[in-house]
């Protein structure tokens, strides 16, 4: 039976990255925990689930689009393999040392649930930076013996669970510790760091893993 999930260590290391990239405080951590803060926990949990929705829009674009050049060419599974790895070393040194807003904008009124959920949906979806990540993350742990689309899908459906699982804990957290976050800069350095560090270390991890483990 044809395995749609990676061999254990590339699986293993799929979910560490995940988790690690989920957890770190980013771009998509601080608009959830803005939006729980000043709005409440219900309007940052609906925001968590427009956010989930609008990645798994995502991982369909960058599965769509992965199906389609492995289609064309058999060499291209390489090719998007290593260009994949070396942006990811990219993403790590930009989080690094770009600069950092401390600022982030507070919403001065909670709106309603649905709008919420639309709000977070609208920004996760029409973030290309998050189609062309799962574009160049998924593919370092795809199989050759399976469908590429399918194991995108399924791989990517996997990081925006764990995502939403993290995302969740920060909206429910953020209500009680508002008082702190304000003055939290830092969690968020150290958060730039891990989360450079997890994207440096997993591009050059999957770039000197070549071909072994059925890749």
């Not at 790895?85 to 009124?109: C, E, K, S």
Request: charged letters at 10%; hydrophobic letters at 55%; one cysteine or more.
């Amino acid at each position: 039976m044809i395995r749609l999930l990676p061999p254990w260590p590339l699986l293993s290391a799929f979910l560490l990255a995940s988790l690690v990239l989920a957890v770190t405080p980013g771009p998509g951590v601080v608009y959830i925990v803005t939006r729980s803060t000043t709005q409440g926990r219900r309007v940052g949990l609906a925001s968590v689930v427009g956010v989930a929705v609008g990645n798994l829009g995502n991982v369909l674009a960058a599965s769509l689009g992965l199906a389609a050049l492995f289609a064309v060419s058999s060499a291209a599974f390489t090719v998007v393999k290593y260009a994949g790895a070396l942006y990811l070393v990219y993403l790590g040194l930009h989080a690094l040392y770009a600069p950092q807003d401390d600022n982030p904008p507070i919403a001065p009124r909670a709106p309603s649930l649905a709008r919420a959920f639309r709000d977070g949906f609208i920004v996760a979806l029409l973030n290309p930076k998050t189609t062309i990540f799962f574009a160049a993350f998924l593919p370092q742990f795809l199989r050759t013996d399976a469908e590429p689309m399918v194991q995108s899908v399924v791989l990517g459906s996997l990081f925006v669970a764990i995502a939403a699982g993290t995302d969740c804990a920060y909206a429910l957290a953020a209500g009680t510790l508002a008082p702190a976050l304000s003055c939290a800069r830092g969690v968020r350095v150290a958060g730039r760091y891990a989360t450079a560090g997890a994207l440096i270390g997993l591009g050059l991890f999957t770039a000197m893993a070549g071909s072994r483990d059925g890749r």
